[in-house]
């Protein structure tokens, strides 16, 4: 099984992410037509989880999988960028977008990688036949009420001691820090050091930093693991 599929998770009744959802699907298809893209639309209200959950069975056959919200702006080459990336760490979870203060470290030594306790963002890859340990595991210990997509993902990181790591530089942008569909609006919420749209990743050499990557923990809240279960 070999190859990449991409689930957009999109929330269609707000006009700015359609608007972002189509200019992503533009570059994406222009960069290669013949990738497997999923639009997963939010049309009942359901909320992020369920549309992430769908986002994530869409995967296919592909050996990984590719989940971007509908909210974000993609770094040029960005398909060959994403391949070099799980060429480098293809057994992981890996977030295309942080803003972890982590970041400033790793760009110092002039590394390309930060290590995550747990995983956030708008941007994650998915080694595929982690995708159903990941979806067993939390209908046995999360509420379903739980709506919070990648806190889910964090606890299941967290208590199965799997390793997650994030690009540094950010090859995606978060351009909805301030429409939020949860109400989590904040200027914060914006990469720390991102590529940019006009920039390619291509040339950046992912080994660099790849064995021992400076490290950002991931802070849960207390009222989230409420939701937890044993």
Known sequence: MTGLSIAIQHTPRHADRRKWAEAMLEQLRT???KIPIAVIEDNRLEGCWPTYRRALEAAGDCSHHLILQD???LCRDFIGSVKQVIRARPNNLIALYT???AVS???ARGESWIEKSGVSG???IWPAHLIGEFLEWQDIHVDPAFQWDTVRVSMWLIKTCKRAFATVPSLTEHLGYMSSTM???TPLKVATWYVGADQSA???DWSVGITSPAKDTTDLKP???AYFKE
Do not use: F, H, Q, Y
């Open 105 to 107: 470290t790793a760009r």
């Open 183 to 185: 109400g989590l609006n």
């Open 223 to 225: 009222e989230w693991w």
């Open 202 to 204: 291509l040339g950046i």
């Open 99 to 101: 803003n972890s203060k």
């Open 122 to 124: 708008p941007s994650v």
């Open 71 to 73: 909210d974000l702006e």
């Open 31 to 33: 960069e290669d037509p």
